[in-house]
């Protein structure tokens, strides 16, 4: 083994599996968009400033991706993370709703572990305690969930509902219902509902998601959840169109503020997306193309998985989503991502995906298959394989 | 005057001199920016993510407008509004460098008044107190902003230098001097330099600017200053590119700050401007067209100021930027722009160029002439004009 890995080595491979980038083919998926030229909105000029909360046009596009109204709806810049980190800011400037800022007191945000690490980047930056929540493949453990809002100190929680950042979980029924009908000792307690994959399926009979603005509702716990989304990987990862929607009392709030913080997102943008997509259908029927590009990405690395590692850790198999997680065995994790890192292949550096960047088994490790081509892909999938056995039989150092 | 009034009133007139936008002319001229379908930078795909700071060509071409170095440059989204808020907010929950967070104690702001009301919205949103500082022809008053600053909990002042939103004042060589050579009480003073209209000419030989970040430097204070500017009065108002530039220290530090903060900007939109603009002398040559089409817009508000209301109150004759200042007689500002609301005509609120939105005065008018049509221009400023006397004389109430 430590033979072959030298030779690999020796070949001075330059291969990334780190972030979940569209490949170069994807993002040609959405170049005709760009033929576009005019840019009146039924409201006015997209081109001149005005329609702070987004051309009408672009929020029944978003609204209609997100199963919620237009006066539940704001459509935004290029990156759904802002928009997190912004409502974050702001809770801790000027609290939620009628409540004290956050930036007052002690806070903590429960994290769902393996999660996305730029959430929890946003909380370490904010200085909130992180709790990390075992994840199931039904979504966070709802009992140590409902157990931890007893805290009036726990102000949110982080959720990939739908092919979840990595594990490619689809939240249970049981599991919305449960996160709607949460009853948190923290008025101010936000679920960010972060839906990054809800077009993004790998099967042709996809699960479906509960509507989580609809369950609260039904629980009368309205203002409970932000939600977001972004065609960061439907359109362009660079240059796509983000959104969030809540309950009207907070999009109102939002919207306040919004005003003080920018003069307006960028309406020819989002024009350029609801000309080329039209509809929620466009949008469904681009994700179809997407598919039978990144699809056989997927497959590639479930075979090696299958091929080489049976037995040696385990993995799931997405029904969508950006990612392959692999929990390889306990203790092996950093080693095997250090190996790869020394024969040219860049992984998400391990632990990444729990807070603080500490992974308490030292077992997870994030595949992200959708840029590099297939021949690559493989040539990574084929030296990760080699370094967790090297790893694991502790045969190097 | 009161009957002629009425007969214009009867005319149900919808016009809007309120803000400072460009007309559909102007962002014609952008169009053919349009037509680039080639997406790759010099380093790398424009339509994917990385590159948090800009992309080297955009770096480039904004370092060039505001005559600085590329280190001390990052390119953002579409406004310049929303990066001032960003540091503003990131000092409130982070601290300036090592300082203390401005959100943990009662702080102030300087604000150069008449100035832009969205620069004083940012300190009332965040609860800062603002005092006013008089403008003269040659910039603030610098012998009260030396002495202001001896307090440390003045932490910062809001700067338009080159043709000040709304008087049109080109800071002078003294005062930009002035400003580079202060030493705060408080070492997390900052100079939001917001250098808007640096391109925005209306004369042949326009004043120059001293840099400002050349001044700190010989000053020994290089970290004093953060400087804006943005292409939205130069390509699209909704959908231009903003930039920021400050001292290598500065921008390291906000560039570890924006990773957490967002994904990255739209690079797709930096490439489109660079590809259409190519260098400053390209930016230069659309600031020839723009002023063609704004020209006699500005020459109308001045040719009926001056046949109307000679004698009454007074006006500035703007070199460049957006704006043509007009201070009413004492205590008939707000009564004005009542008259002229009424009567179909929609001016910025009397007050908003003053901290809190009270002109202790209440005499300032600022009147934003690039909007609307030449003959509906004129209209609206015989209106305001007769307004003005109404308003003067009492006579009406």
Not at 321 to 346: C, D, H
Request: proline share 5%.
């Amino acid at each position: 083994m430590l033979k072959l890995y030298e030779e690999i080595k020796a070949k001075s491979l330059k291969l990334d599996i780190s972030r979940g980038k569209p490949s170069p083919e994807q993002l040609d998926l959405s170049m005709d968009m760009l033929n576009i030229k005019d840019f009146q909105s039924e409201s006015g000029d997209c081109r001149n400033y005005g329609m702070l909360d987004g051309i009408p046009e672009a929020k029944k596009l978003f609204a209609d991706m997100l199963g919620v109204g237009l006066e539940n709806t704001v459509v935004c810049g290029n990156s759904s993370l802002n928009i997190m980190y912004y409502l974050v800011s702001l809770a801790f400037s000027h609290g939620v709703l009628e409540e004290k800022p956050w930036g007052t007191q002690k806070i903590k945000f429960l994290c769902p572990s393996p999660g996305y690490d730029r959430h929890f980047s946003i909380c370490e930056f904010f200085g909130i305690e992180m709790i990390c929540i075992p994840m199931t493949e039904n979504g966070p453990d709802m009992n140590i969930v409902e157990n931890a809002i007893k805290d009036s100190s726990v102000k949110g929680i982080w959720c990939v509902p739908q092919y979840s950042n990595p594990t490619g979980a689809v939240y249970s029924d049981e599991t919305v219902k449960r996160f709607a009908n949460l009853k948190p000792a923290a008025k101010d307690f936000r679920i960010f509902w972060d839906n990054a994959y809800c077009l993004h399926h790998l099967v042709d009979k996809p699960k479906t998601l509960l509507n989580i603005l609809t369950e609260c509702e039904k629980a009368g716990n309205l203002d409970l959840v932000y939600i977001f989304c972004s065609t960061s990987k439907i359109s362009f990862s660079g240059a796509g169109v983000a959104a969030m929607a809540a309950s009207k009392n907070n999009i109102e709030n939002i919207k306040k503020a919004l005003s003080i913080c920018t003069i307006g997102y960028d309406k020819m943008n989002q024009l350029r997306h609801v000309a080329f997509f039209k509809d929620l259908n466009g949008l469904k029927a681009q994700m179809i193309k997407h598919r039978a590009i990144i699809q056989p990405k997927f497959d590639i690395v479930l075979e090696v998985l299958e091929s080489e590692l049976k037995g040696i850790g385990n993995w799931n198999k997405p029904e969508g989503g950006y990612f392959i997680s692999y929990n390889a065995p306990k203790g092996t994790a950093k080693r095997t991502v250090q190996l790869a890192k020394e024969a040219g292949v860049v992984m998400t550096p391990a632990g990444a995906t729990f807070p603080y960047g500490k992974d308490p088994d030292d077992s997870n490790i994030r595949i992200s298959p959708t840029y590099p081509p297939v021949d690559e892909l493989k040539q990574a999938m084929e030296l990760l394989a080699l370094c967790v056995k090297i790893a694991v039989n502790g045969v190097s150092q």
